[in-house]
């Protein structure tokens, strides 16, 4: 792979050009938070905010108590509202784009508010200690009377608490409580959709992203294997039909089990798919790079999916993951709604949920086998047929935590696109490197690579920039926005200071792909075989091809 040179740092924020090497993207871990919105949980959704007519409130989501508390640093979204307006709206998060100007808005009203219960605060201690003790209150009225020159009763505009009842000051402190006892709901109110505002922004893109739709090629894998495509391309180069063809796809009968989306893969088809996974992880694994492998779970709690940044629903309100049902006596309970996950990414993250990492041992790099689910409700054409989207699929998943510090990280990230383009070169597919543009962007990336492979079926001439090229593997750095809404911590080696490691995730393969671009370039239409790439051969008895010997 060939890589371009690697630009001058720039930061996300203030985007002043400093040396690469050692700095950090973010704002500094010194920097003051208002965090309260990661500890309190409220679940009203009531809006009693009179300041804006048409208020900016979203539904303030109830997490069980076992949840990772997230702290996302609110203040620097209200000290730069600009900059992440802009963000939103470059990643065409519209809606999201007036969270921070209506953060700003409710952190005035939570000020305000502070500034209320001061004052009642400020009398009510005043009360208990005349209940308690009249001669202090005595002594401390005395106090500022002589430097101020007026009593307490002249200063709050209420009834001298030296000249009050005992029964008067019961009942005064008995109407401050219930006072402020609705004040601190407020503010609890306040502060937990401030929160829930901040939770739903995505992250700060990073310098390097094209801005718009348009992504840039990076560079190319493996040579072109036919530049000029035949007319008989789009029916016999077709994994579905090749598939069919050899007895080793079966979406007929999927169709009737499971319903669209699903498929059996049969005899070779299946040996395909554990030779995929075979490679790709003697690949990541062999270099002593430090990649450890891992057996994940595929199901998880929804709020751990979410805090990854993997919503429902998407933002056309398209279901994006599958929920588990549950039953009316665990609802009741409280028990945590769960979720199959999408990509391994959410349980391999969800490993160090609430975890503080020690310095020394990171880089943290795993790399995971799993079963991920996506429920992929969209449109359906030539381009999503066969194995290109479907519902359920096998994949190897590396992720990884990394320092808080962009050189480090930019070295774990490229050294998942070297593997993958490892992987992709060895099973001889031409495909293109692609970063990815703003638009393409999910909640979670700063930064996203994608790899194309080319496939025959998919190629149209008629089609301006496609020409037959379909996404294989993707690479995502993701700076700290999972480790803080997920509670992971980074404990520094030398003062024991705490910050939030970065994570990095990146597709060594998914099967279903993979085989299709397979199948589809290795198809020889004279003799109605597939070529068996070399790689994979080991964990193929040592065939060569696959050929018409299955009666279906």
Known sequence: MIKPPKPPFVCFQCRLTRPQRWQRFLWSPTTARLSFGSTYRYTSTANSDTTNPNPVNIPITSRPTTAPKPVIDIKHIRQNPSLYERNCLERNYKTQSTYPSRIIEL????????????????????????IANPATIQHEDDEIESQSGETTATATGKKDIKSMTKEELIEEARVLKDQLSAIEENEARLEAQMTELALAIPNLTSPQTPRGEEPTVLSYINEHPEPTPSSSDRIWRSHVHIGSELGILDFAAAATTSGWGWYYLVDEG????????NYALAVVTKQ?????????????????????????????????????????????????????????????????????????DIPLKYVGVSRSYRAEAGA??????????VHEFTKVEMFAWTPPDAFETTEVFDEMLDLQTEILQGLGLHCRVLEMPTADLGASAARKCDIEAFFPSRRDPERDGRDGW?????????TDYQAR?????????????????WTVNGTALAVPRVLAAVLENGWDEGDMTVTIPEALRPWMDGKEKIGLKHSR
Request: proline share 4%; with cysteine; hydrophobic share 35%.
């Open 380 to 389: 359906r054409g030539v381009d999503t047929k066969g194995l290109y989207r």
């Open 270 to 277: 299946a040996q395909l798919e554990q030779a995929l996974v």
């Open 470 to 478: 379909g996404e294989v593997t993707s690479a995502s750095i993701c």
């Open 485 to 501: 809404r997920l509670a992971t911590r980074l404990r520094s080696t030398g003062a024991g200071k705490m910050s939030y490691p």
């Open 288 to 360: 002593g790079l430090g990649w450890r492998r891992v057996a994940p779970p595929s199901i998880v709690y929804s709020h751990i999916a979410a805090a990854c940044g993997f919503q429902p629903r998407d933002q056309n309100g398209e279901q994006q993951i599958y929920t588990l049902a549950q039953s009316a006596a665990d609802a009741q309970r409280g028990k945590p709604e769960l979720c199959l996950a999408g990509t391994a990414e959410i349980p391999l993250a969800g490993m160090k949920a609430d975890t503080v990492l020690e310095e020394a």
């Open 107 to 130: 952190f005035a009203q939570w000020q305000a508010s502070q500034k209320d219960a001061r004052s009642l605060r400020e009398r009510s201690n005043a009360l208990r200690r005349q």
